[in-house]
């Protein structure tokens, strides 16, 4: 592959953007080049290292590597005389169409244009046979596989359905103005040509199978592959999905319950519940030691060291749902240079009558979440499962040669978090109607997973569905109000049966615009918005026909989907931590379908 390089620029990204959005191995359109983001071994000037200890460790075990670093993006220079940093891109694809229409004898009809390849180009531009310089583009179909796999197509093989040794001038034929693929041919002088709508055929192997190439680490990197390769538009949404993993910074309240178990732990070992625990309590040495620390939060230790149970095993949601529920007015530390705050509302300022199943409101004040990318696929999104862990078995694309280090990004801002009360989840689960609801439900994810065979993606349960929901309509009715576009504010859904049920609103950047203010006041008035968006949910624009869909069904194709469309449930998918899959707005609330199985109900 051909990098470019030069003194200035050729185009520049956000940090956030490189991370979330344009990492190695995506394809981007720069003001003169079509690129494809080179691997982490060829980024210079990485230096600003992002700590996070507990996201380390996650990433360490999902890799399987012995230790890594997190590193923000380079930075650019403002000054020009310091060192060159920045990202490196190789150039791709490498087959170009020249831009000038020509109607030859056999074509008179319809837009006809020269496809010619990288070395066919002088200075970027092609010269005819008359010396005119003609301009060129990229063309924007190329192959792939979903193993992350990416290169040109062979377009002579294509042409000609087997190996030829024809090597007479190609050109691309637009017979139509709609675009169809089924108006887009590839035709050889030899009078050989193919539509490219026989490329999008998967069974048609009209393209062949994968030779393993890695081009975003560099030239001859290729891996055993075989996949079959499946055509690829470059500029579309499924050409690259970036695997991230997320945490949200933990107080350091944790390491003061250790260091303090820790001095006494041959008093502790032997506690099991908490009346043996306030017992030991009474012991000046115990005493002094566990001041300002509650029972709770001794137990739970001593209970984690006792049964194995202990950070490395909890999973990423599990850690901040503890935290979040937390059984005091206050958790983290409140300085101005902390990374996380938060208070409990008292509960006389949230309750109504449609909050009875929620046990807790908690504002938080700040927050900071760090965000790294893992690797990427291409076709199909793998987003982390409802606990917030990536799967270990997805087969990934790399982002370098060796794994020492990933790109992160680091927010910060603020939230509200809404606990709900366990009882309320279970009672509401266990009704026959709803059991039916979730059966069809499981029947729509059923069809979907025979359509994306080799898919790790696991059915959430319905409590997920309920909260994920929820807090769609509830980013939806709180958008108008609190000073944060509806893209601007992101979710995190809590359904642990162990630990418990929340629903946790916040946003974030990577500056002091995402600690406005805006959703803390929300929090303060919250039983207003979550009454809005219940009245948002009880009836969509698009009703009847919304609330009748049903997931199995097969014409419509929307099987991760109950009664949701653009015109309720669906958000930004930036703000949505299941790209708007496993909604149904019947759980939340009534519906014309009257099925019965809503959580909440205004009329009551």
């Known amino acids: ?25 995506a394809m981007l359109d720069l003001p003169n080049h079509s690129v494809l983001v080179a691997g982490l071994e060829h980024w210079t000037g990485v230096s600003e290292e992002i700590v996070e200890p507990r996201l380390a460790e996650k990433l360490c075990i999902l890799l399987e590597v012995p230790s890594i670093k997190l590193y923000a993006p380079p930075p650019d220079p403002q000054d020009p005389t310091a ?14 169409i020249v831009q000038e229409t020509s109607a030859g004898d056999d074509a ?54 087997a190996a030829t040794e024809c090597k007479r001038q190609l050109w691309i034929d ?38 393993g190439n890695r081009p975003w680490l560099g030239p001859y990197e290729k891996e055993q592959c075989g996949e079959p390769n499946r055509l690829l538009i470059r500029n579309a949404s499924n050409a690259y999905f970036p695997q991230l993993l997320s945490v949200i910074s933990l107080p350091d309240r944790d390491e ?51 049964t194995g149970s202990n950070e490395h095993t909890k999973t990423v949601k599990q850690a901040e749902l503890e935290t979040l529920t937390a059984s005091k007015q206050e958790i983290g530390n409140d300085q101005p240079d902390g990374t996380f705050f938060a208070r409990t509302l008292l509960p006389e300022k949230w309750q109504a009558p449609w909050t009875k199943a929620l046990e807790r409101v908690v504002l938080v004040h700040r927050l900071r979440e760090v965000i790294a990318q893992v690797g990427f696929t291409r076709f199909e999104a793998a987003a982390p499962d409802i606990e917030g862990e990536l799967e270990i078995g997805v087969r990934r694309a790399a982002l370098g040669r060796e ?12 939230g509200v978090f809404l606990q709900f009360k366990r009882q309320a989840i279970e009672h509401w689960f266990a009704r026959p109607e709803v059991q039916k609801r979730g059966r069809q439900l499981e029947t729509g994810f059923n069809a979907w997973v025979t359509e994306h065979q080799g898919t790790h993606r696991k059915f959430p349960g319905l409590p997920y569905i309920l909260l994920h929901s929820f807090s769609h309509l509830l980013i939806t009715a709180v958008s108008l109000e609190c000073g944060y576009p509806a893209s601007s504010i992101r979710e995190r859904i809590y359904a642990l049966p162990s630990v418990g049920y929340g629903v946790l609103l916040f946003t974030g950047s990577s500056d002091s615009e995402g600690t ?38 097969t014409h419509e194709r929307r099987f991760l989907q109950g009664a949701a469309c653009h015109g309720c449930l669906l958000i930004a998918e930036t703000s949505c931590e299941q790209h708007n899959d496993f909604l149904d707005r019947a759980l939340v609330v009534p519906t014309l379908e009257n099925l019965g199985v809503e959580f909440f109900n205004l009329a009551t």
Request: hydrophobic share 35%; glycine share 8%.
């Open 1 to 25: 592959m051909n990098q470019r390089r030069s003194k200035r620029p050729h185009g520049q990204l956000r940090q956030a953007q490189v991370v979330s959005t344009f990492g190695p191995g």
């Open 83 to 96: 060192p060159q940093t920045g990202i490196a891109a190789w150039q791709f694809p490498e087959w170009f």
């Open 108 to 161: 008179p009809t319809f837009r006809s244009r020269m496809m010619v390849h990288r070395l066919a180009l002088t200075g970027g531009k092609f010269i005819d046979q008359n010396k005119k310089r003609r301009p060129v583009v990229p063309i924007r179909f190329v192959r792939a596989c979903r193993n992350g796999h990416i290169g040109d197509i062979d377009w002579r093989a294509f042409v000609h359905g």
């Open 174 to 211: 637009e017979r139509g103005t709609s675009g169809d693929l089924g108006e887009v041919w590839i035709r050889c002088e030899c009078k050989a040509e193919r539509s490219m709508s026989q490329a999008a055929i998967l069974q048609n192997r009209a393209l062949g199978h994968c030779n």
């Open 256 to 306: 003061r319950i250790k260091q303090a178990v820790d001095s006494i732990w041959d008093t502790l070992e032997a506690v099991e519940n908490l009346d043996q625990l306030r017992y030991e309590r009474r012991k000046a040495k115990v005493r002094a030691a566990l001041e300002d620390l509650t029972d709770d939060e001794v137990l739970a230790e001593i209970q984690s060291r006792t």
């Open 403 to 414: 794994t020492t280090w990933l790109p992160a990004s680091e927010n910060r801002g603020e």
């Open 516 to 553: 406005l203010g805006g959703l803390v006041e929300v929090g303060r008035r919250i039983h207003e918005h979550i009454r809005k968006a219940l009245e948002i949910g009880e009836l969509c624009s698009n009703d009847p026909v919304c609330a009748e869909h049903q997931p199995e069904n």
